[in-house]
């Protein structure tokens, strides 16, 4: 059975849409478990019906005629309960809806199992007999399973559909082009033009691409190919006295498959029908694949994974041949299954208008990213069709996770409205530049940016802001192809200590692990977040935070504008031997004639641990800095990039606001300053509660810090602590970003927290 699942999915995985998704679904299931119908109705949100969408037993002509209203029919029953309903005789049941056109009344045994994807009913799954009988408790595991399996599937092809726009047939109406969603990662709206990134020889990556010179491609193509068959050639021959003839035939079959009209020649077609040679490729070897995978023998199955290598090794050629040069248009939306940060870098920063990725969440790298760069983001698009929206119009909405692709004239008007009035409240917050973050009684608090990049510099100087709250100096390792050295390292942070002076800047210490790699320093791990990370591992290589450090203190000298915050304290230790080496540091420094002054050292409250002992690491530093992306992380057990748990993962539970409160408290006993430097400083909601509490210094990605700045000289800190008083009863995160989300409604700065003003 599992074969047979592992198939049906694989198949529907390739569909071109969803109406041949779903066929493949009904007669595949049809067949396994040797039933007279198999059918599925999916739900028509906006009608309330559940409507007969593809059968295989019933008269087909019912296909989008048979309609029934969720309160009717034994279909709508197993949608409502959410649960599966096994019936012997469905016709004598009193829910039972007849519909002549589908000539169902030969059929007795009932069994209807819910499609369900995020907790969402998207339709039901049913199988009919002719015999009056219950189905079998086998039958029922497998269409539950089977229809787990294939929900997000049929999502992803309800999605692919939609791209072309509505199709031409008699279900028009419930091929409707919905919104994708992912989940906000940088707020703003980009709409603009999608341009697939994917990393090198990734044959499932590869999207699909117009063309119009066919020919010149197909050439590219014919290259590549003669290029492989020369490797393999030259393979067979090096081989010849180590393997015996008839294991090396092997390499003909290769050749003959190379050659084939199959391969070859179905390939040359699809470039000519206007896909460019890797797309072309792609569709070649996935069709392929299946078709072997499909083989009951498990010998011949096995040769998909020779079709596979075959792929790869063409696509190896083709992107040699034609070292893949993407054009940039003008409103450039970057769309990929991983984005990483460097991809994010290749982009020129003119073109940018924002980034989707079907991997990572808000607290993700990339999305920090693309806050500093001002770019809207949307993260963990997990039913985005990547291969087919190269090249097509793409809306992405940073606030709500939504994605509209080849969007209509009406949506794309109206998110024309929102960039506008978005354009003009920016510019109205660009007025608030030079002035204080000064509530309406006169209450100050510091206003920071995060930066980790050189070229973000410029931005966070033009901002208005007070200085740098958190610098992380990571990601300058990560662009190196060995640890920098401490002149390398010194040069970057005089750069920014220079640029921002007399205003202070908190470089952090080196915070690598989690999700973070260094290229030259691979941590292979199965628990990353929960590993070697942070001060754990500098302080296991004393030899490169002593390096780190030393290029810190010597970049402030003359300006002694430098503090330095250590990431990922989970025990006193730590901080005691953190300590010891930064003094070490200092006394050597003076040893050697420099004129160095002592930097205030602080440290981040990101684990549990070091919210209960906040008190004592207060006592020994100069300033504590709450890294709410990870307390929220560690708090709540959720993987901060994990997009399957996302909507756990907010940094208004109140588990973390009472985790706040308590460490401004102890940090009071301790008569030392507390800054907030997570995501959740920039969030114009949370910032307000973070003023009420008592907070002294809030640092953000640039982009965030004209809004908060605008909540900060809007409210006075009474009616901030009043509205803190109101949401520490409130017992869930929802809840209370909904009672936010409405009093900035109430007061009009709904602008502030979603797209428009
Ligand atoms: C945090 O964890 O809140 C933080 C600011 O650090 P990072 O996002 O780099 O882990
Ligand atoms: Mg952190």
Redesign the pocket.
Known sequence: MLDILRRIVQEVNLANDLEQALNIIVQRVKSAIAVDVCSIFLLNEEDKEYVLMATDGLNAEAVGKVRMSDNVGLVSLVGKRAEAINIADAIKNPRYQHFPEASEEAFHGFLGVPIIHHRKVLGVLVIQSSKVQKFSEDDETFLITVAAQLAAAIVHAEASGGIDGLKQNKNEKDYKAKPINGLPGAPGVAMGIAVVMYPPADIDAIPDRHISDTEKEVKLFDIAVEAVVKDITGLSKRLKDVLPEEDRALFDVYLLMLNSQAISGITRDRIREGNWAPGALRQTIREHEQVFNEMEDSYLRERADDVRDLGRRILMHLQEDSPDKIEFPDNTVLVGEDISASMLAEVPRDKLAGVISVRGSR?SHVA?LARAMSISAVMGATDLPVSRIDGRTIIADGYSGQIFISPSKKVTNEFQRLIDEEAALSDELMELRDLPAKTEDGIEISLLVNSGLLSDITPSLQSGAEGIG?Y?TEFPFMERQTFPSEEEQRSIYRQVLESFHPRPVTLRTL?VGGDKALPYFPIEEDNPFLGWRGIRITLDHPEIFLVQVRAMVRASIGLNNLKILL?MISDINELTEALGLIHQVYGELLEEGEEVVMPEVGV?I?VPSAVYQAGSLARRVDFLSI?????TQYLLAVDRNNARVASLYDSLHPAVIRAILQVVESARVHNKPVSV???MAGDPVAALLLLAMGIDSLSMSVSSLSRVKWVIRNITRERARQILSEILVIEDAAGIRNYLNQTFEDAGMGGLVRAGN
């Open positions: 607290t920090i958190l992380r915070d990431p981040m990101e890294g709410t992306n990870d307390l430097c997570g995501e």
